[in-house]
């Protein structure tokens, strides 16, 4: 199973972002899948999640409408549209599956992508 995330980078305050996550080894379609992020020396953090076939989302509180999660199942590969950004959102984003729609912190297949880095400053 393999997730690797992609997208990130240096943006200015107020500025947007689309991060992808293409993913292998497993029947995509049938799984939950959400973002997550983490900033050095803190734990994970939920970000948005979305329903296997895309019906059903949920986001973070910090959020407040400005990410977008979205997924494409043709091509194994979910995103996340990131809108209005701030500051306090620089941190490595990564993507993982689920079997629940729910707002947690699980790797089921144990294993993890690489990450991509969302810097957020002026």
């Known amino acids: 199973v393999q997730f690797v995330e992609s997208g990130g980078g240096l943006v200015q305050p107020g500025g947007s972002l689309r991060l992808s996550c293409v993913t292998s080894?497993?029947?995509?379609?049938?799984?939950?899948m959400n973002w997550y992020r983490q900033v050095p020396g803190n734990e994970l953090e939920f970000v948005a999640t979305?329903?296997?076939?895309?019906?059903?989302?949920n986001y973070g509180d910090f959020v407040e409408g400005r990410f977008i999660i979205s997924r494409d199942n043709a091509k194994n590969t979910v995103y996340l549209q990131m809108n209005s950004l701030k500051p306090e959102d620089t941190a490595v984003y990564f993507c993982?599956?689920?079997?629940?729609?729910?707002?947690?912190?699980?790797?089921?297949?144990?294993?993890w992508g690489q990450g991509t880095q969302v810097t957020v400053t002026s």
């Open positions: 979305i329903s296997s076939t895309g019906g059903r989302t």
């Open positions: 993982n599956a689920d079997r629940i729609f729910r707002a947690t912190i699980t790797a089921i297949f144990g294993s």
């Open positions: 080894g497993f029947t995509f379609s049938n799984y939950v």
